[in-house]
């Protein structure tokens, strides 16, 4: 989704990325890792927006805007990728409303970057493709690519070889997202991962696929913020499609079939420990 509002403002939502499923299969000699995931996106996350400006420039607000950088930012180094790439000229004034947890492992920089790419693709009225935009965004991370089509994929490789994945059976349930507002740094939480190749996906169907896959980062990111342990319980104990922690961490997530059944998990959550983010959403 995006949108268009007054003047020559326009402005597209960096929808927050969960991960219902993450096997790490290898360590990769260039510092990577090679995985096999299940992207999925929510209609919700930080909103981009521009309007025009004499260079490329970056300005940050909102609740999680404390501590980032309106100069060394992956919105600016996707806008001036994308600057380069068609050769443009003139710049633009970004405006990143900095709405999930920062290092969170739902999309983060990379969902900011890939919006960037969307957002600017037709603010400058390129007429790239996604799947241009997407080839576009590989060197600026491993999530961006698919962070930039924002559709259901099973990711391998580094999670830059994607594969569309049909997801009739999740599409439009309801998601709940839980942070416990502890930072975790990625390459902490791949660097802690104890180099066991668990094994493949499996499965006939999205949600079966994701059911009987893990998240081989869970562990390690769970040493680092032990309550995971608790929310992670709490969740599963109101009986979800599907309850696990996203990424790296540290956020958590539950689907359900209706947004009262994520409702009263959020309550449950925030009843249970003092200081829990929580967010509710519908999956695109």
Not at 174 to 202: H, M, Q
Not at 213 to 239: C, F, S, W, Y
Request: net charge negative; with cysteine.
């Amino acid at each position: 989704m995006s949108e268009s509002v007054s003047g020559a403002t326009h402005s597209e939502i960096a929808y927050a990325k969960i991960n219902l499923a993450l096997h790490v299969r290898k360590r990769l000699p260039n510092g990577y890792h090679e995985l096999e995931t299940i992207f999925a996106f929510l209609d919700q996350g930080d909103v981009l927006s521009v309007q025009p400006g004499d260079s490329l420039a970056l300005t940050i607000s909102g609740p999680f805007a404390e501590g980032l950088s309106e100069t060394d930012n992956l919105v600016l180094q996707a806008a001036k990728a994308l600057a380069n790439n068609a050769h443009i000229s003139h710049g633009a004034h970004l405006h990143l409303d900095k709405r999930l947890p920062v290092a969170s492992g739902i999309g983060g920089g990379s969902a900011d970057a890939a919006a960037t790419l969307r957002l600017l693709n037709r603010f400058w009225g390129l007429d790239l493709s996604l799947d241009d935009l997407a080839e576009l965004a590989k060197p600026l991370g491993a999530d961006v690519p698919a962070c930039v089509l924002s559709e259901t994929s099973r990711g391998s490789g580094i999670g830059q070889d994607l594969l569309p994945v049909v997801d009739n059976d999740i599409r439009g349930c309801a998601a709940l997202l839980v942070n416990p507002l502890v930072p975790v740094s990625t390459a902490d939480i791949f660097a802690a991962w104890d180099g066991l190749d668990r094994g493949a996906l499996e499965g006939d169907g999205l949600l079966s696929m994701a059911r009987q896959g893990r998240n081989d980062l869970q562990k390690p990111a769970v040493a680092l913020v032990p309550m995971l342990t608790d929310i992670l319980q709490i969740l599963e104990d109101q009986h979800p499609l599907l309850a696990r922690m996203s990424g790296s961490g540290a956020t958590c997530f539950a689907l359900f079939a209706t947004p009262e059944e994520a409702r009263k998990a959020g309550q449950n959550c925030q009843q249970a420990r003092n200081g829990l983010w929580t967010l509710i959403g519908q999956m695109r």
